[in-house]
């Protein structure tokens, strides 16, 4: 057990708490977003650098912030590691310089027992994807109890089904949020055509679609089986909607626009 610690603070983002909550406060306060009128049920969040990403980012964090939370589920790819089923974090908490997020070890528990998860610490000792959207989190919601999971397999309908099942344990309260990132370094405009079809099929939820077209590489997304967790989750609570909260590319921040990698803030909210 014992406490996750920062693996990319002040690389990814400031390592000065003051400095972190300034630059978070700036990307929520700047997206200028309706408050939802139906209950969020999950967000995709991209998790790059935050000169890169931060603004999208924002976007996501806006829509939730201030809403009454249980615990937020999550979930991310390793970019590290290949293994099958789900990676648990064997933490008593993920520390950041803005506070420390508890763990929901019995939501473990319960997690074990209904699909194939095992404690597995080495995916997350030096794993990006989840941290960088801890201060986020902050900024948003507070200090909540986090259920932070892994996956290491290319994306499939077995994800989907694992966010089902999560599901039919959750509390109404919980919110689960997926983290990925777009197409990687392919010119802007081949880059916004390939992210604006991925984020259509995400829209369509049409899961056999999405899934070839990601293995035949129609689409691109790297967190692909967080996203399919967190659309298979928000299924079991009834239909629900998928929006678009906002789309960017590094090329914003790095000039460059021969190579890119696309940005994305999703909400899925519950239908009337």
């Known amino acids: 057990m014992?406490?996750?610690y920062p693996a990319v603070e002040g690389q990814f983002y400031p390592a000065s708490p003051a400095s972190l909550l300034a630059q978070v406060s700036m990307y929520i306060?700047?997206?200028k977003i309706e408050q939802p009128k139906n209950k969020v049920l999950?967000?995709?969040s991209p998790h790059a650098g935050y000169i890169y990403s931060g603004p999208t980012a924002g976007y996501a964090f806006a829509r939730i912030r201030g809403l009454t939370v249980n615990r937020v589920i999550l979930v991310g790819r390793s970019h590290r590691y290949l293994f099958h089923g789900l990676a648990l974090a064997d933490y008593d908490s993920f520390k950041t310089s803005v506070g420390e997020f508890p763990v929901d070890n019995t939501f473990y528990n319960d997690i074990e027992e209904i699909v194939q998860a095992k404690k597995y610490n080495a995916p997350h000792q030096y794993e990006h994807?989840?941290?960088v959207l801890l201060p986020f989190i902050y900024g948003s919601l507070g200090i909540v109890p986090i259920v932070p999971i892994l996956l290491g397999e290319e994306p499939s309908l077995e994800h989907y089904e694992y966010?089902?099942?999560i599901a039919s344990i959750a509390n109404e309260n919980d919110l689960i949020i997926a983290s990925t990132d777009l197409s990687?370094?392919?010119p802007e405009s081949y880059a916004n055509k390939i992210d604006k079809e991925t984020i259509e099929a995400i829209k369509q939820k049409n899961l056999t679609d999405l899934v070839e077209g990601l293995a035949t590489e129609k689409y691109s997304m790297c967190g692909a089986p967080a996203v399919l967790l967190a659309m298979g989750f928000s299924s079991y609570f009834g239909d629900y909607t998928v929006t678009l909260l906002d789309y960017s590319t590094s090329a914003r921040t790095s000039g460059d626009y021969s190579s890119v990698v696309g940005y994305a803030s999703i909400s899925f909210e519950l239908s009337n």
């Open 129 to 131: 994807c989840l941290e």
């Open 184 to 186: 990687h370094y392919l």
């Open 2 to 4: 014992g406490v996750r």
């Open 29 to 31: 306060d700047s997206a």
């Open 42 to 44: 999950g967000i995709i």
């Open 163 to 165: 966010g089902r099942k």
